[in-house]
């Protein structure tokens, strides 16, 4: 079982960026999966979930109105759509799948499998 992120770099402050996350090893439709970031110095932390369905959805309150996470269950895939990026949203960014659909997927520990992790660096 397999989680592969990408779509990191560099940009400037107020650009957007795109994650994806590929799944392959296992089908994940029926899990909640997430996004995380872990900044230098800093624990992870979750940024968003997205229950299978796509009908619940959470995000941290420091991206709530400029990250919008969606999946495409086909595709055994999770997106990150990040606009208005800040400075302090620099990070190693990792995609998550929960062991099932019935985990609240705001915490680290509600996660069994995880990706790689990509860089997003956003310069002020």
Request: glycine residues 10%.
């Amino acid at each position: 079982v397999q989680l592969q992120a990408f779509g990191g770099g560099l940009v400037q402050a107020g650009d957007s960026l795109r994650l994806s996350c590929a799944a392959s090893g296992r089908t994940f439709s029926r899990n909640v999966l997430g996004w995380f970031r872990q900044a230098p110095g800093k624990e992870r932390e979750s940024v968003a979930a997205i229950s299978w369905s796509g009908r619940n959805i959470y995000y941290a309150d420091s991206v709530k109105g400029r990250f919008t996470i969606s999946r495409d269950n086909a595709k055994n895939t999770v997106y990150l759509q990040m606009n208005s990026l800040k400075s302090e949203d620099t990070a190693v960014y990792y995609c998550a799948a929960c062991p099932n659909a019935y985990c609240k997927g705001q915490r680290v520990d509600d996660y069994d499998y995880w990706g790689q992790g990509t860089l997003v660096t956003v310069s002020s």
